[in-house]
């Protein structure tokens, strides 16, 4: 299946997701976040989820199925390049309002541009593995290995670029995860 690797992404950026929403809950209640869990939340926004995850559409999965005859100016492809700009420009928010909130101790702003951003990705991400990815696995099918090995490729290349690992945005979730569960 050549969308495995970014339904793969899929369940990791949701699980990030999934500690958002509980760091919301709790910056509601009046809870401090401190920045160990903050600023990692920041890598994982802008690094794994833009840089390698839209890497990989955009250079691996949108490419491919341009050359099925899907347009890129238009229709799927087009909307899903412009959610990326969006959920990056989200991400921005977030580390704005992060810096904001650390140096002032007020959570409002930061309490919406994590809202904004959970809200914005979850919708995307329901759009892709419910509408692109299955248009993409059905025009794919007799090239899903070449598009996998292409997305594994770009994956480890955005990677390398950071100076990270898959590992370890699998290991900043959990960690997230479980430091939120704490508070």
């Given at each position: 299946m050549s969308t495995a690797s970014l339904r793969n992404d899929h369940t990791l950026i949701e699980k990030?997701?999934?500690a958002l929403e509980?760091?919301?809950?709790?910056?509601?209640?009046g809870k401090c976040i401190p920045e160990q869990i903050?600023?990692?939340t920041i890598d994982f926004t802008q690094n794994f989820t833009h840089v390698c995850h839209h890497g990989k559409e955009e250079e691996g999965l949108f490419p491919a199925l341009g050359q099925t005859?899907?347009?890129?100016?238009?229709?799927?492809?087009?909307?899903?390049?412009?959610e990326h700009k969006m959920t990056e420009q989200l991400a921005e928010q977030?580390?704005?309002n992060t810096k904001l909130y650390l140096e002032s101790g007020n959570s409002s702003k930061?309490?919406?541009?994590?809202?904004?951003?959970v809200v914005h990705v979850r919708e995307h991400l329901w759009k892709e593995n419910n509408r692109l990815f299955m248009m993409a696995d059905s025009r794919l099918n007799?090239?899903?290995?070449?598009?996998?090995?292409?997305?594994?490729?770009i994956e480890h290349?955005?990677?390398?670029?950071?100076?990270?690992?898959?590992?370890?945005?699998?290991t900043l979730a959990d960690e997230l995860e479980k430091s939120v569960s704490k508070i």
């Open positions: 990030v997701l999934n509980t760091t919301v809950s709790l910056l509601v209640e903050l600023l990692p005859g899907m347009p890129k100016n238009m229709g799927p492809i087009h909307r899903m390049l412009l977030i580390e704005v930061l309490i919406l541009a994590l809202q904004n951003y007799n090239v899903s290995k070449e598009v996998d090995d292409r997305l594994q490729k290349a955005k990677l390398e670029e950071l100076g990270k690992s898959r590992s370890e945005y699998e």
